[in-house]
């Protein structure tokens, strides 16, 4: 028999937010504002794999999971004579200031959860600043019990450190603690923390390549009430 969940360790970008509506805006105005010429945009979306025309992303854009230096790392050959370091600021305090979109309304959930006793973290490859400054746009800062960045002293996703530390913080039992993202990289994070693992379907990837990752494929975060209603 299932153990009931006593926490849930949300990632950020395409789990509380929907990624193509927050994100794509984000890419459009960012390439734009780093770039000589339209033709340098382009080459500069190609190497974090965005199309500007058609406004998408691709599969294995480091947008999706990757940090905000592997994003820099993609684009320094192509901004010469700027440092990893200067990107990697760039990026940082364009992201602090990008509009995140709710995938389902926040702070609704998040109290319910909240109700049910639960502990809650955010676990994200986003920088932690950033990440911090998007949840309080949104006013829900004060439900999380736990929030970590690449950068908070835990390392990025797919590694256990940020879920791990989750757990320890708030005395939960990573068996009893679900980790709840959209991508692989969620998904792989929470298996080696030894949590349950949710995927949902607001990121870039689809139900068949998450499902094989994932104790249970949700449309997105709005449906956990019922299906930890039915967990245990």
Request: glycine share 12%.
């Amino acid at each position: 028999m299932a153990r009931a969940i006593d926490g849930v360790v949300f990632d950020k970008d395409g789990t509380l937010f929907d990624f193509r509506r927050s994100w794509g805006g984000w890419a459009q105005g960012f390439l734009a504002g780093i770039a000589r010429d339209a033709a340098h945009a382009d080459s500069l979306g190609q190497a974090i794999g965005y199309d500007l025309g058609q406004k998408s992303f691709a599969p294995d854009s480091p947008v999706i999971a990757g940090t905000a230096a592997d994003i820099a790392l993609a684009l320094a050959e192509h901004l010469p004579g700027q440092t990893l370091a200067d990107i990697t600021g760039h990026i940082n305090a364009a992201a602090a200031l990008a509009p995140m979109m709710e995938a389902v309304p926040l702070r609704p959930l998040l109290e319910a959860l909240r109700g049910r006793g639960l502990k809650i973290g955010l676990a994200t490859n986003d920088t932690e600043a950033p990440a911090r400054a998007h949840l309080a746009a949104h006013g829900i800062t004060d439900l999380f019990d736990f929030i970590a960045g690449y950068d908070s002293g835990h390392g990025p996703k797919p590694g256990p450190g940020m879920c791990a530390a989750f757990a320890r913080q708030v005395g939960l039992d990573p068996a009893r603690c679900a980790m709840v993202g959209d991508s692989l990289h969620d998904l792989h994070a929470g298996r080696a923390a030894g949590m349950v693992t949710v995927a949902v379907l607001t990121g870039i990837a689809g139900a068949e390549d998450l499902a094989p990752h994932a104790d249970v494929v949700l449309p997105d975060i709005g449906a956990l009430p019922v299906w930890l209603d039915g967990y245990a």
